[in-house]
C-alpha cells in the first residue's frame, strides 16, 4: 500500500467509527468518503460527526454536501487563479508583443 493509500484509508477508517458511534451503517461511511473525494474533505466530515453528534441522517449528509460545495469552490477559484495568471503571462511576453506590431 503506497503512502498516499494509506491516508485515504486511515481518514475513511476514522470517519466509519464515527458513523458507527453515532448507530448508523458502515456503508454510509463509505458513501461519504467516496462523495467527499479526499482525506482532508472526510477529516473535516469525522471532525463534525465527533464535534456535533447530528441526530439525523439529513443533517450528516447536509454536511457532508456544504463540504462538497466548500471543496469545489475552492478548487473552482484556484483553477481561475491560474486561468488568469497564464493570460498575463501572455499579456506581458515577447510573442504577444511581436503580435502587436
Excluded at 469545489?72 to 491560474?82: L, V
Amino acid at each position: 500500500m503506497t503512502e498516499n493509500q494509506r491516508i485515504w484509508a486511515d481518514s475513511r477508517d476514522r470517519l466509519i467509527r464515527a458513523v458507527s458511534s453515532l448507530g448508523y451503517p458502515k456503508e454510509l461511511a463509505e458513501l461519504l468518503a467516496r462523495e467527499l473525494r479526499s482525506p482532508r474533505a472526510i477529516d473535516r466530515m469525522t471532525s463534525y460527526l465527533v464535534g456535533v453528534r447530528p441526530p439525523t441522517m439529513e443533517m450528516i449528509v447536509d454536511e457532508m454536501l456544504a463540504i462538497r460545495a466548500d471543496t469545489e469552490a475552492w478548487r473552482a477559484k484556484i483553477e481561475s487563479s491560474e486561468a488568469q495568471a497564464g493570460y498575463n503571462n501572455w499579456l506581458r511576453s515577447e510573442e504577444r508583443m511581436q503580435i502587436k506590431q
